[in-house]
C-alpha cells in the first residue's frame, strides 16, 4: 500500500508561483510513475503532469508546458510540483497519484493510489 499526502496549496495572487508536494510512505517508489491531476468545481479531473521515478521522465499537459514543472527526490520519495504564472483558471484540487507501472499515462485509471489533494485557490 502506498500512502500519499499532498500538501503546500494555498492562496495565491494571479501571475504568482506555488509549490506543492506529494509525500509517498508505505514502499519505495521505485518502478512507479507519479502523476498530479487537478479538477476545479464543475469540472472533469484532468492530467497536469507525470513523472517516471526511475529516470525522471516528464510529461505535461500542453497547457501547463512552459508554466509547470514536475520534479521528485528519490531520497525523500517526495514528488513536486512548481507552478508559476498561475491564472485564476488554475483554480483547483490538485492530487498526487502513483501508478504502478512505471510508466507516465495521461489517465486517471491507470494510476492506483491517490492522496487526498490540496487547495489551490488563484485570485485575480
Known amino acids: 500500500q502506498v500512502q500519499l499526502v499532498e500538501s503546500g496549496g494555498g492562496l495565491v495572487q494571479a501571475g504568482g508561483s506555488l509549490r506543492v508536494s506529494c509525500a509517498a510512505s508505505?514502499?519505495?517508489?521505485?518502478?512507479?510513475?507519479m502523476g498530479w491531476f487537478r479538477q476545479a468545481p464543475g469540472k472533469e479531473r484532468e492530467f497536469v503532469a507525470g513523472i517516471s521515478w526511475n529516470i525522471g521522465m516528464t510529461t505535461y499537459a500542453d497547457s501547463m508546458k512552459g508554466r509547470f514543472t514536475i520534479s521528485r527526490d528519490t531520497s525523500k520519495n517526495t514528488v513536486y510540483l512548481q507552478m508559476n504564472s498561475l491564472e485564476p483558471e488554475d483554480t483547483a484540487v490538485y492530487y498526487c497519484a502513483a501508478s504502478t507501472t512505471g510508466w507516465v499515462s495521461r489517465t486517471q485509471a491507470r494510476y492506483e493510489y491517490w492522496g487526498q489533494g490540496t487547495q489551490v485557490t488563484v485570485s485575480s
Open positions: 508505505g514502499r519505495t517508489l521505485l518502478n512507479h510513475a
